[in-house]
């Protein structure tokens, strides 16, 4: 999202410091999970499962390839992450392709200065958050008029480019054909809806007492707003519906939520943001909390600094999974032909690494990967697989149809429409999502 309209650093920070502690209602977020006691035993619940898995090759010879998409670079104005840095995120946590999303500006073409090509073994690829999409162009953009959200999708779509709605949430009402897809899970937009955690944000006291755990526990505790995106994955079955649109995950990655606490000569502290944008200046003396932080510290000293969302963990978060055709090398064309079919699931790898997930339509012998389009009848078997024992769900145009337990799940339809599954794990207590497929399409709808 663009940080300039939702300040999302400023909304953060601004208050550290100046607020007087809150004592934040239950039930406004997930809170609960960031105790200690709990924290821990999420971490060790994961590193259970990570023992546990049972990856397996894929039955149809598809290269499973993990991407991340709607990724900022400092070629935005709200983020500083270079090329290398965010290469190495990705390397840490298996990612093999990022689609860059910068904010476009007038001094810099995103797509021409924007990053590309093979990286350390990253494919990189240039696009943009703009317009409420994530648009990612075959050609440069500059001086060509956008027009409506149907005329731009049509625009970048004609010439070969894959058009993503980003932000669903603030664009319910868009009626649009011929779109890529469709965000089903953005970062930013799960974390609007931690009140008491956003609260707990402007605590100082709570702020410094907390930065062990966000230390000692940094994804457990990031990924802690997850929720299951019941509004979005609403839009998208009624969108698929009517025609097939690719799902994709969106990390929404800046690396850009964090505070410095800089001495400033004897009397003062400056608080900045995660960009080393001056917040506010505090006076050190009559606050107690400042006067224990700077305590034998030097003037310009750095006193305390706290990163939430580095590259790492957001990336780890949450991926889209592309099944390349056999044999592919890791190309443009290939993500695109994957993007383009709606080959591909997301998954919240922060839980488990979901290599080796499986779903495909059988019928009269033939498997169908996500995303494929073929006629309805009764013998048609919907077979998935997961490399962990998991809660499996299926829903038929947006119903639930099937629930089972267990390593695989076979089911048969009855009725035509899509059919995606969602895995899911429980951690710590607690049932989370997991996988989110594409659909598979049971019926005659009018193609992509
Ligand atoms: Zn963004």
């Not at 190309?331 to 290599?355: H, I, M, P, Y």
């Not at 080796?356 to 169908?368: L, M």
Request: net charge negative.
């Amino acid at each position: 999202m663009d940080c300039g309209r939702w300040n999302c650093r400023l909304w953060l920070w601004v208050g550290l410091l100046l607020s007087v502690s809150t004592c934040s209602p239950a039930g406004e977020g997930h809170l609960d999970r960031l105790s200690r006691s709990r924290l821990k035993a999420t971490h060790q619940a994961i590193a259970d499962l990570a023992r546990r898995r049972m990856p397996a090759p894929s039955p149809d010879g598809w290269r499973q390839v993990r991407a991340n998409l709607h990724v900022h670079s400092l070629l935005s104005h709200d983020s500083r992450g270079t090329v290398d840095e965010i290469v190495a995120a990705a390397r840490k946590v298996g990612t093999e392709v990022i689609l860059f999303t910068e904010h476009p500006s007038t001094s810099k073409d995103f797509f021409t200065e924007g990053h590309r090509g093979l990286h350390d073994g990253v494919l990189l690829i240039p696009g943009a958050e703009t317009e409420g999409f994530l648009c990612y162009p075959r050609q440069s953009l500059q001086g060509l008029k956008l027009g409506s959200p149907q005329e731009f999708a049509d625009l970048v779509c004609g010439r070969g480019g894959l058009m993503f709605v980003s932000h669903p949430e603030e664009r319910m009402n868009w009626k649009l054909s011929g779109i890529t897809g469709i965000e089903i899970y953005n970062t930013h937009a799960d974390f609007k809806d931690e009140a008491a955690l956003l609260k707990k944000l402007r605590n100082p006291l709570w702020l410094l007492q907390s930065a062990d755990l966000f230390r000692q526990y940094p994804q457990e505790a990031m990924s802690a707003l997850l929720d299951y995106p019941t509004d979005y994955l609403r839009k998208y079955d009624e969108l698929c519906q009517q025609r097939p649109h690719t799902g994709v995950a969106a990390n929404d990655a800046h690396q850009n939520v964090g505070i410095m606490l800089r001495r400033v000569g004897d009397q003062q502290v400056r608080v900045s943001d995660a960009l080393d944008k001056e917040l506010v200046r505090l006076d050190i003396a009559g606050n107690p909390v400042l006067e224990a932080l700077v305590d034998g510290r030097q003037p310009e000293e750095l006193v305390f600094a706290l990163r939430l969302d580095g590259y790492e963990h957001s990336l780890r978060h949450v991926g889209t999974h592309l099944l390349l055709a056999r044999g592919s090398e890791l190309t443009q064309d290939a993500v695109w032909d994957a993007l383009e079919s709606g080959r591909c699931f997301v998954a919240f790898d922060w839980l488990a690494n979901s290599v080796g997930f499986d779903f495909v339509a059988v019928s009269q012998g033939i498997r169908h990967p996500m995303g494929s389009q073929l006629p309805f009848h009764r013998g048609i078997s919907l077979e998935a697989r997961a490399p962990l024992p998991v809660m499996w769900r299926i829903s038929a145009r947006g119903r639930q149809v099937h629930e089972a337990e267990g390593l695989t799940c076979t089911w048969q339809p009855t009725e035509p429409g899509p059919h995606r599954i969602e895995a899911w794990l429980e951690i710590a207590g607690e049932w989370l999502p997991w996988i989110l497929s594409n659909p598979v399409y049971l019926d005659a709808i009018p193609p992509r």
